[in-house]
């Protein structure tokens, strides 16, 4: 059983790490949630844990990885909250943000990605409007977590029924192949994502993500507290074009974090834009 003791140590030293909050009714998630690596390191206490974790030298450094695959909670899938995704495609066929340089590649981040289904849905977003408006519309989207394993099954780009439970029909036959109980997402999707690990307590790997027309960073804050929400949402408004836009998760708000962007209503849903 975890003491309160090990579950300061361990939720303090999660939180430094990954900026993710558990809470003192989290206790036992928690604990439910380290049982298997102490059993995998063949460690009796979860003070071991934490001590092997803090000073376990290189050792520890892989084990922070496993630490932060178990303790993420990477609930994702295909077409998520379509009001969002309408504004999105709405921006992109007007041609709102890629505007100040002709050709210029429209840059677009998945902050958070989980196993993939973001970036991906919002590629074959853009991929519809190339066919609709037999234009050529030039883009990247990058793909970052902190959890190594579901990067790798975003590399892979292999889902199941649940991911593509709000795929319609066409957009499945197009784009990916297999049926039953897997279906792989074709190359034509997957050259357009960059999957990369990048965390976002780290200030410093902020500096590949420069000049991004559109941020999605949706359904992560909620796991952070109100410190290091602002620090999150501080950094990625400097990874902004002026006029680019971040779309955090429907349920999350920028209310007493961030007076630098202007929020945009629109049905059902909020963008907001940096100035
Ligand atoms: C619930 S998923 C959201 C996936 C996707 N954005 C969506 O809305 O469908 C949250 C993701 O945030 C990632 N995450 C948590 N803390 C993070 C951090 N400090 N840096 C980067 N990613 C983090 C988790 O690994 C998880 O995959």
Not at 17 to 39: A, H, P, V, W
Not at 181 to 203: H, S
Request: with cysteine.
């Amino acid at each position: 059983m975890m003491n309160r003791e090990e579950f300061v140590m361990l939720r303090d030293f999660i939180y430094e790490k990954t900026g993710i909050y558990f809470t003192e009714n989290k206790m036992y998630l928690l604990e439910s949630r380290l049982t298997n690596r102490l059993q995998d390191l063949g460690l009796s206490s979860y003070e071991d844990y934490y001590y092997s974790l803090k000073f376990g030298g290189e050792k520890a450094r892989n084990e922070i990885n496993n630490l932060f695959d178990v303790v993420t909670t990477n609930e994702t899938s295909f077409f998520r909250n379509p009001p969002q995704l309408d504004v999105f495609k709405m921006m992109v066929q007007k041609g709102c943000c890629n505007g100040d340089m002709p050709g210029s590649p429209i840059k677009i981040w998945s902050a958070a990605c989980s196993t993939g289904e973001e970036p991906y849905t919002l590629a074959i977003i853009v991929l519809e409007l190339v066919e609709a408006l037999r234009k050529n519309i030039p883009f990247m989207i990058y793909g970052t977590d902190i959890s190594a394993k579901v990067l790798e099954s975003a590399k892979r780009g292999v889902f199941n029924p649940y991911s593509i439970r709000n795929t319609d029909d066409k957009i499945m036959k197009k784009y990916f192949t297999g049926e039953n109980n897997l279906f792989a997402l074709k190359e034509q999707v997957k050259r357009y994502v960059k999957i990369d690990f990048m965390n976002l307590m780290e200030e410093n790997s902020y500096r590949a993500y420069r000049q991004m027309d559109f941020i999605f960073c949706r359904n992560v804050l909620i796991y952070f507290d109100e410190k290091m929400k602002k620090k999150v949402i501080d950094s990625l408004y400097e990874c902004l074009k002026p006029k680019g836009i971040l779309i955090i998760g429907h349920a999350e708000s920028l209310h007493n974090i961030s007076r630098a962007f202007k929020p945009l209503v629109f049905p059902g849903t909020i963008a907001y834009q940096r100035g």
